[in-house]
């Protein structure tokens, strides 16, 4: 059975600081991830989507990457800020379709 | 532009009451999805469909119907509701683009409670 783990459930930073989020799974055959957003009682907001022939995207103070042969991606946020606390999705794309797997997400707190 | 629309947001239901979560999407996606999402937990998928009239299971399909009879809408039915099915409800949409995956896009979500 596919499965994405995601390390650690919840993390708390002081302001400024650069951190990462750890996403594993176990497909080695991964084809694309894509990492979200989750605001207290509400939706998913898609940051990036990384296809399995690259090895990273950057959208501002975030880059993810994606190493198939360990069966890792990884969220770094750069100078986090307390608006970048939110819940951190990471889901692989699985079985056609666009259909995907989740893992439960990281709960980050960016305290000032 | 609306994107996905949920309806309700919230809504309390008694054991053994059936009801219909509402989703739309105004941006002309073939593929559309039902999650629910427990506390603590990643989403999982209900139902999902490539286009109008066809649908087909996910992960957690039982004890829910879905029907997909426009591009539009992809309403969600429970017939006979479960304490079990007290969760969030996520409606998402996507883009249908060969030999590449693109972007899931989602609703702000149905509250459920089965009391």
């Known amino acids: 059975k596919q499965e994405v783990t995601q390390i650690p459930a919840a993390l708390s930073v002081p302001e400024g600081e650069n951190l990462v989020l750890n996403c594993s799974f176990t497909?080695?055959?991964?084809?694309?991830l894509q990492w979200f957003r989750q605001d207290p009682g509400k939706g998913l907001t898609s940051l990036l989507l990384?296809?399995?022939?690259?090895r990273e995207q950057t959208s501002g103070r975030l880059n993810a990457s994606l190493d198939k042969s360990s069966g890792r991606s990884t969220l770094y946020i750069a100078a986090s800020q307390p608006g970048d606390s939110a819940t951190y999705l990471c889901?692989?794309?699985?079985?056609?379709?666009?259909?995907?797997?989740f893992g439960a997400g990281t709960r980050l707190a960016v305290h000032p | 532009n609306a994107g996905v629309t949920q309806t309700p947001k919230f809504r309390i239901l008694k054991i053994g009451q059936s009801m219909t979560l509402q989703c739309a999407q105004d941006?002309?996606?073939?593929?559309m999805y039902w999650y629910r999402q427990d506390p603590g937990m990643g989403l999982k998928l209900i139902y999902y469909?490539?286009?109008?009239?066809?649908?087909d299971k996910g992960e957690v399909p039982n004890g829910y119907n879905v029907s997909r009879s426009t591009t539009e809408d992809f309403p969600l039915r429970l017939e006979l509701a479960a304490p079990s099915q007290t969760s969030v409800y996520f409606c998402?949409?996507?883009?249908?683009?060969?030999?590449?995956?693109?972007?899931?896009?989602f609703g702000d979500g149905t509250r459920l409670s089965i009391l």
């Open positions: 998402a949409s996507s883009y249908l683009q060969i030999d590449t995956n693109q972007p899931q896009h």
């Open positions: 497909d080695s055959a991964i084809y694309n």
């Open positions: 469909s490539v286009g109008a009239g066809i649908t």
């Open positions: 990384i296809q399995s022939s690259q």
């Open positions: 941006m002309n996606h073939n593929y």
């Open positions: 889901a692989m794309f699985s079985g056609g379709y666009n259909k995907l797997i």
